[in-house]
Structure formats: structure tokens, C-alpha cells
């Protein structure tokens, strides 16, 4: 590895582990691209070189020599695990690069941090993007779903550069400059958000077929497969049917069945949550899922409550309609994940003063990303309309979504409840929705008790101003303000 004819790329990959490689190799197929790697240990560079002649790499085991292969505006996307170790690996670009150079966070980075490092970076006269990359390896080998932030100067060098690599659906690349500083790893963390929603709606939909219809795995693959030909039609459900198929060579059961129940995460999905309850954005459907895994985890808390219960109840009997009917509340719990999802987009936006064209975060998301779907083009159409729906439920698809499955929906609620079975995403979903639709809440109730308590006042539904009520006093009303 030399570098003997330096600023010949026009684009570098720092961090060659799988992502990495994969998306120097994408890079690296496409016209117009020559392309510099660099990773710590060499040994990985030298596997890769050799692995891929075809890429034509220009491969540098010293980060000097990597700099000096770039062409100027030198252009580098750092493809590390986020964490400590990402500043690291900034600081030495940062320490070698120029004004107006770019550099790229391809991780999973929290995007506050996104926000302090492009902050410290422009002082600096650098150029920093976030860029959210979703659909793994495969995506990042094929062409993922690409969401960067950073400014627009920098998205005016890298976004035809990414333009190049990423997924294209109706000849549309799923790219976008979705907005500045850290508003890409915002809008990744939103879309991990709904991917945990729809994974454990997925997973509810799976659980009541088995337990309460009683179906095999091999006829719940079926099921999948042909939900994936209709309105559900995404990834998620595509490889639902896949896994479920997959059979152990071990045992020569369902690979499902030898899995442990226990769901990990690598904290996007609390992430979404904590950052959704800092705006007021209610993301119960996703918080559910984040729970849904923690509960999952906790071996011991579960053995300790079979221990306690004198029985289980039986699965309520359902008919040959089950199917459908799950089906039907999947989709109308999907509808609010993302209604919540895109709530938390809006509210992000406001909060940072990211100008995000929502339909648009719709459109990247149809092709490459994890949570790619059909029904993600009436989610942009939906917001391409004259004025902005104030939440997707009110749009008239989605309204008329909700309304063809809403008896079905609540069916598979109350039979989730009867039979013992926990569906904790459709029941906070349809809680969610009841509470929307209903005209008088419990909260008047809430403000009434804390008045009572904390003097914390209320409002009246018949004339402005704060009032409180003298609890401890007579009990008349005063008007604070
Ligand atoms: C993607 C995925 C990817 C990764 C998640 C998984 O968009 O390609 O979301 O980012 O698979 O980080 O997150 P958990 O490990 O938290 O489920």
C-alpha cells in the first residue's frame, strides 16, 4: 500500500469492519467514484484489498497518507461504532483536514453529539454530517436509506456522492439533505424508534396466531408471506416468513422455537423515547416496544410471577376470521407508530429549527432502510397535501384505514387480554387512538386533583384564564390569572 499519486479519491471510508467495507465496496461500484479506505489495524485494509481487487481501493495504512489521497473538498465518511471512540477518530481527521473539508459520521451517533461535534467542527472551519445509514450490511453493500444533516454547502459535494450508493425506488434515490447539524442522526433515531414498533407488532401478531389461533410456525410463515403481498407489504414483514421458515439443523425445530426470549438493544429505541417525553411527544407505541424488550429480559421476574399464579387462562376461541383480524389491528397499530414517529420528527424539528420536508423522510424511507414499506408512499402523499395533516390519523387513508379495521382491532385487544397473552403495542396503540377520538378525558380529573394538592391551577372549558379552588379553605373558585 502506497500512496505514490496522492488526491486521487474522491471520497474515503474510515473503518473497514462489515459496514465500512460494504459501503467502500458500493462506493467504489459506482461511476465516477475512486475510493480511499483507511482503518486502524491494517491487517483489516489488506483483507479487503485482497478480498476486492475489482474496487480499485486506494488503501493507505497511515491516516497521513489517507488525507493525501483525497481530493479537495477532501471528503471522508467515518464508519466506526458510535461512542467515545468516534471523537477520537475525529479529532485526527479534523487535526489533518482544511476549510471546507467534510466529515461524515456514518454511526448510529446520538445526535446531540451530532449536534456538539458539528458546533466544535464549524468554529473550525470543517465541515461535520451526521448522516444516518440504514438496511445493514446488505443495504450498505446495495444501497441503503441515507440520511445526513451538516450544512448545505457540505450536502452540495457529498449528496451526489450519496446519491450514487443509496437505494433508488421509482428511480428516486432514497437520499435527502434532511436538515442541519445533527438533524439526520435525529431522523435515524426516529426511524430505530418505529423499527422497534413494528418489530414488536410483528412479534404480537406471531404470538396470538400461535397461542391463541393455535396455527404452527410453518403456517404463521404463510400467513406473513401473504400479508407482504397486500397494504403491509415491507421488509419486516418479508422476513418474518423467512425466519419463521428457518428450521434448526441442530434439533430440526423451528429456529424460532430455540432462540431465548430475551431482545437486546443498542439504545436508539430509548433513545426515541426519552428524547419524544424531553419534547411532549406521546410515542407510547414505540415505548411499549422498548419495554416490551426490557421485560423480555428480566429471566427472573418472570419465573418469580409463573411461580406465584394459580393458572394461566385458556386461549379464547377464536374462528377462521382471527387471521384477518390481526392483520387488520397490525395495521392500524402500524399507522399510529408512525403517526407518533413523525409527531416526534415534527417536534424535532421546531425544537432544533430543522427545516425537515416530511414527506420526503417518507419517500428516503421506501427503499433500503430497515422499515421500508409499501405504505410509506401514502405517508408522503399524506403530507404532500395542501396542509399538513395534524397527525397522520386524520388524513383520509389513513382515516379510512383505521375505521375498516377498528372492530377487528379491538377484537384482537380484548382477546389478547382474555387469553393471557401480552399485545402491549396494539392495546397502547388503540388507547392511543381512543384517547384522540374521545371528547372528554379523565385529564380534567387529573388538573382537578392537582389543583387540589399543589394549588397547580386549571383552566375552564367556558372561559379564559387560570383558576384555582380553595381546597382547604370554603371552596370557592378564585381566577389566578
Ligand atoms: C438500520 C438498523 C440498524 C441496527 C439497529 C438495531 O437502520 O440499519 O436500525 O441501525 O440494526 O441499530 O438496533 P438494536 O440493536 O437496538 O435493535
Not at 455 to 478: C, I, M, P, Q
Request: proline share 4%; glycine share 10%; hydrophobic share 40%.
Amino acid at each position: 500500500m502506497s500512496n505514490d499519486t496522492p488526491q486521487q479519491a474522491n471520497i474515503g471510508v474510515v473503518g473497514l469492519a462489515v459496514m465500512g467495507a460494504n459501503l467502500a465496496r458500493n462506493l467504489a461500484g459506482r461511476e465516477g467514484n475512486t475510493v480511499a479506505v483507511f482503518n486502524r489495524s491494517p491487517e483489516r485494509t489488506r483483507t479487503l484489498l485482497d478480498e476486492h481487487p475489482e474496487a480499485g481501493f486506494v488503501a493507505s495504512e497511515e491516516l497521513d497518507a489517507f488525507v493525501a489521497s483525497l481530493r479537495k473538498p477532501r471528503t471522508a465518511i467515518i464508519m466506526v461504532q458510535a461512542g467515545k471512540g468516534t471523537d477520537a477518530v475525529i479529532e485526527q481527521l479534523a487535526e489533518r483536514f482544511e476549510e471546507g473539508d467534510i466529515i461524515v459520521d456514518g454511526g448510529n451517533a446520538n445526535f446531540q453529539d451530532t449536534r456538539r461535534r458539528e458546533k466544535d467542527l464549524r468554529d473550525r472551519g470543517l465541515n461535520f454530517v451526521g448522516a444516518g445509514i440504514s438496511g445493514g450490511e446488505e443495504g450498505a453493500l446495495n444501497g441503503p436509506s441515507i440520511m445526513p444533516g451538516g450544512s448545505k454547502e457540505a450536502y452540495e459535494t457529498l449528496g451526489p456522492i450519496l446519491e450514487t450508493i443509496a437505494a433508488e425506488v421509482d428511480g428516486e434515490p432514497c437520499v435527502t439533505h434532511v436538515g442541519t447539524d445533527g438533524a439526520g442522526h435525529f431522523v435515524k433515531m426516529i426511524h430505530n424508534g418505529i423499527e422497534y414498533a413494528d418489530m414488536q407488532l410483528i412479534g404480537e401478531s406471531y404470538d396470538l396466531l400461535r397461542r391463541v389461533a393455535g396455527h404452527d410456525v410453518e403456517a404463521i410463515a404463510d400467513v406473513f408471506a401473504a400479508w407482504n403481498e397486500g397494504d403491509l407489504q415491507s421488509y419486516l414483514i418479508e422476513i418474518t416468513g423467512e425466519v419463521l421458515r428457518q428450521r434448526d439443523a441442530a434439533t430440526g425445530e423451528p429456529l424460532i422455537d430455540v432462540i431465548q426470549d430475551h431482545a437486546g438493544s443498542k439504545g436508539t429505541g430509548v433513545w426515541t423515547v426519552q428524547n419524544a417525553v424531553g419534547l411532549g411527544v406521546p410515542v407510547g407505541g414505540i415505548a411499549e416496544a422498548v419495554f416490551a424488550r426490557a421485560v423480555s429480559s428480566k429471566p427472573e421476574q418472570r419465573e418469580a410471577v409463573r411461580g406465584v399464579m394459580r393458572s394461566r387462562p385458556d386461549a379464547a376461541a377464536v374462528g377462521e376470521s382471527f387471521e384477518d383480524d390481526v392483520r387488520a389491528a397490525l395495521y392500524a397499530s402500524k399507522v399510529v407508530a408512525y403517526a407518533q414517529g413523525f409527531d416526534a420528527i415534527i417536534a424535532g424539528a421546531e425544537e432544533y429549527d430543522w427545516d425537515i420536508d416530511h414527506a420526503q423522510i417518507a419517500r428516503i424511507w421506501r427503499g433500503g432502510c430497515i422499515i421500508r414499506a409499501k405504505f410509506l408512499n401514502r405517508i408522503a402523499e399524506a403530507f404532500e397535501r395542501d396542509t399538513r395533516p395534524v397527525t397522520l390519523l386524520e388524513d383520509p387513508y389513513f382515516a379510512k384505514v383505521i375505521q375498516d379495521g377498528e372492530a377487528a382491532w379491538r377484537r384482537v385487544v380484548v382477546v389478547a387480554a382474555q387469553s393471557g397473552v401480552p399485545a402491549p403495542g396494539f392495546s397502547s396503540a388503540l388507547a392511543y387512538y381512543d384517547s384522540l377520538a374521545s371528547e372528554r378525558l379523565p385529564a380534567a380529573l387529573t388538573q382537578g386533583l392537582r389543583d387540589f394538592f399543589g394549588a397547580h391551577t386549571y383552566r375552564r372549558t367556558d372561559k379564559d384564564g387560570t383558576f384555582h379552588t380553595l381546597w382547604s379553605g370554603d371552596r370557592t373558585e378564585v381566577e389566578m390569572g
